[in-house]
C-alpha cells in the first residue's frame, strides 16, 4: 500500500472511531437516588372463561358435556358456537345385536341445576347399548396414572322384565384403536333403583393420547344417567386443576390473579351474568351456564376453586363483580333499580365467603367446603370495560357507597370502557376508587409510543389498574413492544399499580380470541409464548424502588431502559429493550455506590423480529442466562430484538 493510500485508510478509520465514541449511547444510574416506590402488586395475572381456558384446560375433567346440558350457541365471537347440542362429544354404541334408542331427556332429573339426562331404552335381552365420550379432542391417558370415574345412574325395568336379571352396567377406558386399556362391571346386586353414584378407579395398562370412555347397559330396561367424570387423580397439590398450567402460571409469579373474566362476568343480558354462589358445592349441584364466547361452562372450576388457586399461587385474589349492566359488545340490559339491592348484596356477601368468620352465614359455607380460615380478600373489582352511559352512572354509586359503607377497608377497582381514552377515569376517582381499570389492544407501534403514558398523569387522582393488554399478537417483535411499554409502567410506579396481561389461556383448536394469548395448549403440552417470557421477566425482576437515570445519545423510542433496585438483595437491576434490528453497545456508569460486584448475572431473551414459539418448536425464544463483567463504569452489548436484564450486586 502506497503512502497516499495509507494516509486516506487511516483517516477513514480515525474519523470512524471518533463518530462511533463520539455517539455512543450511555446511561447514567444513580443507585442512590429512588425516585418512586414499586407496587408490590405491579405483575399478576387475568384468568377469563375464553379459548376453553377452564373446562377442557385448567380445571383437569376429562369428559366434555358430562352432564349433557349443551345446546347451540350463537355468538359474533365463535362461528362454531351452532355446531353445540346435547350429545356433542357423546357417540352412540350398541354392540352384539342390541336394540333400542337413546336420546336426551328431561324428566326425572338428578336436581333442578343439571334438568337435562341421557335416557337409553333397550328393547331386548341382547348385547349392550350406550355411548362413548371423546373429550376434548380426545381423552390422554397416562400408564402409571389413577383416574376418578364416576357417574350418576337411574335403571328402571323394562315390561314384564324382573327389576335385576340379567342387567349389568360396564364402563371402560380405551385407546384410538379400540384396544381397551381398564374395566369395570356392576352386576344385579350392585345396581339400585333411582339416582345412585357409581364409582371406580381407572389405571390404564398403557398411554394414549386420544382415548375414549364408553359406557354401557346390558338387558331389556330404561336407564337414565347423568354427571359422568373422569378425572385424574394427579391433579395441582389435588385441588382439581391440571398441574403443567397452574405450574405454567406460578412460575410467573403473580402478586395477585383477577377471576373470573372481564366480558362473561356481566354475560350477554342479565340472565346470562355470572352468578358467584351457583359456583359452590358439589359439582352435580352447580349451574351450568353457556357464556357470550359461544361455549358452556361447568363451573367445575368454582369460586371457592379460584380463592384456592390464589392461595396455590401466592397471589391476591381480585374478583370481579357485575355491577347491574350486561356486556354493552353483546345484550345490553340493566337490572331495576328496584331490584338493585339483590344485585349488591350478593357482591357484599362475596366478602363475607372470603373473609367471614365461622359464625357468619358464608364464612359458615367457606368452612364447609374445606376452608375455615380467612381467605383475605383485599381487593374488589366493580364491573369491566362499562360504557359511559347514563344507566352505569346510575347504578355504580350505588355499589361503590354500599361496599365503602360496609367494607371500608376493602380497595374497590374502579372501570372504564376498552382503550386509552377512559372516559370513566375521573369519575371513578371522584367516587374514590383506589384505581381505575384500562384495557388495550393495540399494535406494536402503539406500545411502544406509549412508553411515555403515565409520565405526567395527574398524580392526585386514582391509581391506574392496566387489567387487560396484547400487542395483537405472539411474535418476538410483540413481546418486545409490551416490554417497551412496561418500562414505562415501572418508571410511574406510583401511578399504575397493577398490570396483567390478557388473555391468559388458550386451547389450540377452540380459540376464541385469535389476535394474542399468553399461553397456548392442547390434552400434551403447555407452549409458552414470547409475551409470556417478558411477563415473567419483568416479573421476578421488578425490583422495589425506580432509579433516576440520565441517558445519553438515545436512540429513539424502539429502545428502552428500566433501572430499579431490589432491596432485600442489594441488587441494581437493569432492563434494556431493543426493538431494532441491530445490535449497539451501551455503556453503563453506576452512581452513587462505592462497591460493585465483579460479575453480574444477565438475562436475554432475543430472536428475529417474527420468531414465536409453536406446538412443533415450544422453544424457539427462550431466555438465556450468562455471567457478565461488571464495574462501576462498563459496557454491555445490547442484542438487536431483545429483552436484557442485568443484575448487579452495589454496596457502600
Known amino acids: 500500500m502506497n503512502m497516499r493510500l495509507l494516509k486516506i485508510y487511516l483517516t477513514i478509520v480515525s474519523t470512524t472511531i471518533i463518530i462511533s465514541y463520539g455517539t455512543a449511547q450511555s446511561i447514567t444510574i444513580h443507585a442512590d437516588k429512588p425516585t418512586v416506590n414499586l407496587s408490590p402488586n405491579l405483575y399478576g395475572l387475568f384468568f377469563e372463561d375464553i379459548n376453553f381456558a377452564a373446562d377442557g384446560g385448567l380445571y383437569a375433567e376429562l369428559i366434555q358435556n358430562r352432564s349433557f346440558e349443551y345446546f347451540p350457541v350463537y355468538s359474533t365471537f365463535n362461528s362454531k358456537g351452532h355446531l353445540l347440542e346435547p350429545m356433542y362429544a357423546w357417540e352412540k354404541k350398541f354392540v352384539d345385536g342390541a ?240 331490584e338493585l339491592d339483590n344485585v349488591i348484596q350478593d357482591a357484599l356477601d362475596l366478602v363475607e365467603f372470603a373473609n367471614g368468620g365461622v359464625d357468619t352465614k358464608w364464612g359458615k359455607i367457606r368452612a364447609d367446603l374445606g376452608h375455615p380460615e380467612p381467605f383475605n380478600l383485599k381487593y374488589v373489582c366493580l364491573g369491566n370495560e362499562e360504557e359511559d352511559t347514563p344507566e352505569l352512572l346510575e347504578r355504580f354509586p350505588i355499589f361503590a357507597k354500599a361496599f365503602q359503607n360496609k367494607y371500608p377497608e376493602i380497595k374497590l377497582l374502579g372501570t372504564s370502557s376498552p382503550g386509552d381514552d377512559v372516559p370513566l377515569y375521573d369519575y371513578m376517582s371522584k367516587l374514590g376508587m383506589w384505581s381505575s381499570d384500562e384495557h388495550y389492544y393495540e399494535d406494536p407501534s402503539w406500545y411502544i409510543k406509549n412508553q411515555t403514558r403515565f409520565d405526567k398523569w395527574d398524580r392526585t387522582k386514582a391509581k391506574v389498574f392496566i387489567g387487560e393488554y396484547a400487542s395483537n399478537g405472539i411474535k418476538l417483535i410483540n413481546a418486545i413492544s409490551e416490554a417497551i411499554f412496561l418500562t414505562g409502567v415501572e418508571r410511574n410506579g406510583d401511578v399504575v399499580d397493577m398490570t396483567a396481561y390478557a388473555p391468559l389461556l388458550a386451547r389450540y383448536g377452540n380459540t376464541q380470541w385469535e389476535k394474542a394469548n399468553m399461553i397456548y395448549f392442547n390434552n400434551e403440552k403447555v407452549v409458552l409464548t414470547p409475551n409470556y417470557y417478558v411477563q415473567q421477566l419483568f416479573s421476578l425482576n421488578k425490583g422495589d424502588v425506580s432509579l433516576k437515570n440520565e441517558l445519553q445519545n438515545w436512540l429513539g423510542d424502539e429502545v428502552a431502559v428500566s433501572t430499579t433496585m431490589d432491596k432485600s438483595s442489594n441488587e441494581i437491576i437493569v432492563k434494556v429493550v431493543n426493538a431494532k434490528s441491530t445490535a449497539f453497545t451501551l455503556q453503563i456508569n453506576l452512581e452513587g455506590i462505592n462497591k460493585v460486584a465483579k460479575e453480574g448475572k444477565l438475562i436475554t431473551l432475543k430472536g428475529e423480529r417474527n420468531d414465536t414459539n409453536t406446538e412443533q418448536d415450544p422453544n424457539k425464544v427462550k431466555p438465556v442466562t450468562s455471567v457478565v463483567k461488571t464495574a462501576k463504569k462498563f459496557n454491555l452489548l445490547v442484542q438487536p430484538n431483545s429483552l436484557q436484564i442485568l443484575r448487579v450486586v452495589s454496596g457502600k
Not at 371423546?134 to 364416576?150: A, H, R, V, W
Not at 384403536?177 to 371406580?200: A, C, M, P, Q, R
Request: net charge neutral.
Open 99 to 338: 336394540d333400542g334408542h337413546i336420546y336426551v331427556s328431561r324428566s326425572l332429573p338428578l336436581n333442578a341445576n343439571n334438568p337435562s339426562n341421557l335416557e337409553l331404552v333397550i328393547t331386548n335381552n341382547n348385547g349392550y347399548a350406550g355411548v362413548s365420550n371423546t373429550g376434548y379432542d380426545g381423552i390422554p391417558l397416562l400408564q402409571g396414572e389413577k383416574y376418578n370415574f364416576s357417574f350418576y345412574c337411574a335403571i328402571q325395568k323394562g315390561d314384564n322384565e324382573p327389576m335385576y336379571q340379567g342387567k349389568k352396567i360396564q364402563a371402560y377406558i380405551e385407546d384410538e384403536n379400540g384396544d381397551i386399556l381398564d374395566f369395570v362391571e356392576w352386576t344385579n346386586d350392585k345396581i339400585n333403583i333411582g339416582w345412585t353414584k357409581y364409582s371406580h378407579t381407572f389405571s390404564p395398562k398403557h398411554s394414549t393420547k386420544k382415548g375414549k370412555l364408553t359406557l354401557l347397559f346390558h338387558g331389556k330396561l330404561n336407564v337414565k344417567f347423568d354427571m359422568v367424570s373422569l378425572i385424574p387423580q394427579n391433579t395441582y397439590r389435588g385441588h382439581g386443576l391440571r398441574s403443567d398450567l397452574v405450574t405454567a402460571l406460578k412460575d410467573l409469579k403473580p402478586a395477585f390473579l383477577r377471576f373470573p373474566g372481564g366480558c362473561i362476568v356481566h354475560g350477554s343480558g342479565i340472565e346470562n351474568t355470572y352468578n358467584w354462589k351457583e359456583t359452590l358445592g358439589e359439582v352435580e349441584q352447580r349451574k351450568p351456564k353457556w357464556n357470550l364466547w359461544a361455549y358452556h361452562q361447568s363451573f367445575g372450576l368454582g369460586y371457592y376453586e379460584y380463592f384456592q388457586l390464589c392461595e396455590d399461587l401466592g397471589a391476591e385474589p381480585l374478583p370481579v363483580m357485575p355491577v347491574g349492566v350486561s356486556c354493552g359488545w353483546m345484550k345490553y340490559e340493566c337490572v331495576p333499580l328496584n
